[in-house]
T-cell receptor, first 115, second 115 residues
């Protein structure tokens, strides 16, 4: 089982719709979760961080965390063509051999918003 | 301006040569990370460090080496033992919090091509 899993997509939504991106993780003890956006050929940029169960809203973005189900999601409301990018889920995973935690990324979901 | 600087941005190397990618940050972050990204794929962790003079192997450390002699600097050497080094390399840094690694800030990346 991969430590962090995402559907690779592509996820295609019309402009103005809600895009829903999902991520599952293996380490039940993980405590911090992040969503990054990456445009082609560029480095990732942070969109949202979430640490507690429930929803966290920031503008058109809402992150949802359910630790019992080991599931984190990102909703993008009123999707715009400029939102077309790859969205990466990242989870803080405990190091099984001890030592420090490590931040592990999923493979990313490609989102395409069409006019 | 505060940030993370990676150099060089583009690098070409002949097979059998070692190359070193530079990463410097002036954000006073404790943790620094190196990731590798192949076309159409997510980020895979190579090495990470959370204090000076200490670092941990990530999931794909074979063929790579690092050092952390200063808090600001975390260079990555791609050795001739790395069988398929052509990739996009990303350096990142973060504060360490109670929940582990905080939000990662990325450099612009270094694109390595082996001829």
């Amino acid at each position: 089982q991969k430590e962090v899993e995402q559907n690779s997509g592509p996820l295609s939504v019309p402009e103005g719709a809600i895009a829903s991106l999902n991520c599952t993780y293996s380490d039940r003890g993980s405590q911090s979760f992040f969503w990054y956006r990456q445009y082609s050929g560029k480095s990732p940029e942070l969109i949202m961080s979430i640490y507690s169960n429930g929803d966290k809203e920031d503008g058109r973005f809402t992150a949802q965390l359910n630790k019992a189900s080991q599931y984190v999601s990102l909703l993008i409301r009123d999707s715009q063509p400029s939102d077309s990018a790859t969205y990466l889920c990242a989870v803080n995973i405990r190091n099984p051999s001890g030592g420090y935690n490590k931040l592990i990324f999923g493979a990313g979901t490609r989102l395409a918003v069409h006019p | 301006d505060g940030g993370i600087t990676q150099s060089p941005k583009y690098l070409f190397r002949k097979e059998g040569q070692n190359v070193t990618l530079s990463c410097e940050q002036n954000l006073n972050h404790d943790a620094m990370y190196w990731y590798r990204q192949d076309p159409g794929q997510g980020l895979r962790l190579i090495y990470y460090s959370q204090i000076v003079n200490d670092f941990q192997k990530g999931d794909i450390a074979e063929g790579y080496s690092v050092s952390r002699e200063k808090k600001e600097s975390f260079p990555l050497t791609v050795t001739s033992a790395q069988k398929n080094p052509t990739a996009f390399y990303l350096c990142a840094s973060a504060y360490l919090g109670l929940a582990g690694t905080g939000e990662l800030f990325f450099g612009e990346g270094s694109r390595l091509t082996v001829l």
